[in-house]
């Protein structure tokens, strides 16, 4: 993927500092919508979060609000394919379309990630290749699981082979689990816990089968501060110690895996999850993101000016809120 210069925005101007490039920072456009409708797919009974609202001049809004200089956007959960790929890779070219005429009407402020409609494999090697050929993404967004199929599941090789041939930036994002106990709380509300249970679940399965290490040029990125990562990197290690002797296990280097991610800070990062992340992160890896429309935009102005205040942060701040990111997708801003 080439870099791309893009001019200084006129629109709008961030009011607040430190201006930032947004990667994890949702859309929820007509065809999103429309395609839920037709699955018949209701988010708030699905993952007992309801569906924000959502239109594109509140989102620049919303950037001059909280000090967007660019965004880059994606599409959340409930995620497409619900087991008929004919139908998920339809889906996913009429999302990927107006996600793109989106961009191309603000393109000093907005980009996207493609979405892909895993775990359709020849489909979303045809939809990520226009994506990137046609459309202009600056990446792919693949979900935690599609239908069941989890990321590092051998069935994706062709798939990750061709996102290494691209040298793409793929974004993972939480998707519900095929099962998960029922009559519990956490049960209920999905981002509080399953959400992040499910992309700790992904990323280990990543590391676990050698995906990261087989297809070095793929660039992840993971969501919510590392998840559940951060706090059981240390535990993977001594399992694995146990596990591989046995012939249990693969030998897998952990840290030098976990060293290669690259991590978005959305969500209630501090103070603790930041704490652990920072032990195992390479600090050039680390992104800014926002979460919204699903935070609200004063949580997330709260949360921005407490990150950029953090200890941890503030001596890297530059990095974390720009230019990491402009490195990552090529962004000449």
């Known amino acids: 993927m080439t870099s791309r210069t893009v ?3 006129t629109a709008h ?11 994890h920072s949702h859309a929820l456009p007509q065809s999103y919508l429309d395609a839920l409708d037709e699955l018949g797919v209701s988010a708030l009974e699905e993952d007992g979060f309801p569906t924000p ?23 959340s959960t409930p995620h497409i394919n619900r087991g008929d790929d004919a139908t998920s890779a339809r889906l996913a070219r009429s999302i990927n379309d107006e996600l793109a005429a989106i961009c191309r009407r603000h393109p000093e402020s907005l ?15 045809d939809e990520a290749r226009r994506a990137f050929d046609e459309l202009g993404a600056l990446g792919v967004k693949v979900p935690s699981n599609g239908a069941g199929t989890y990321l590092g599941d051998p069935a994706l090789d062709p798939l990750m082979e061709f996102l290494d041939g691209r040298k793409a930036v793929v974004t993972i994002h939480p998707s519900l689990a095929p099962a998960a ?14 959400y992040v249970v499910d992309t700790t ?5 990543l590391m676990a089968h050698g995906v990261i290490e087989r297809y070095p040029n793929i660039r992840w990125v993971v969501p919510h501060a590392g998840s559940f990562l951060p706090p059981i990197a240390h535990r993977l290690m001594g399992i694995s110690g146990v596990l591989v002797p046995a012939g249990l296990m693969e030998p897998v280097d952990v840290m030098a895996n976990l ?17 652990s992340l ?29 990150l950029a205040a953090d200890p941890l942060v503030a001596p890297i701040a530059q990095d974390v809120f720009f230019d990491n990111a402009a490195r990552l997708y090529g962004l000449n801003l």
């Open 7 to 9: 001019a200084t925005p």
């Open 13 to 23: 101007a961030a009011k607040a500092s430190p201006a930032s490039i947004d990667v």
């Open 53 to 75: 609202t959502w239109s594109e001049e509140g989102h620049l809004r919303f950037m001059d609000e909280t000090g967007q200089r660019f965004c880059i956007l994606s599409i």
């Open 111 to 125: 980009g996207f990630s493609a979405t892909l409609p895993v775990p359709a494999v020849e489909a979303s090697i």
């Open 181 to 194: 106990p029922e009559g519990i709380f956490t049960a209920g509300p999905a981002p509080l816990f399953e």
């Open 201 to 205: 679940r992904a990323v280990l399965n």
């Open 259 to 275: 060293r290669h991610l690259w991590w978005d800070l959305a969500g209630d990062a501090r103070p603790v999850m930041l704490d």
């Open 278 to 306: 920072m032990k195992i992160a390479d600090p050039k890896h680390l992104l800014y993101g926002s979460d919204t429309p699903y935070t609200p935009t004063e949580m997330i102005a709260r949360n921005k000016e407490g």
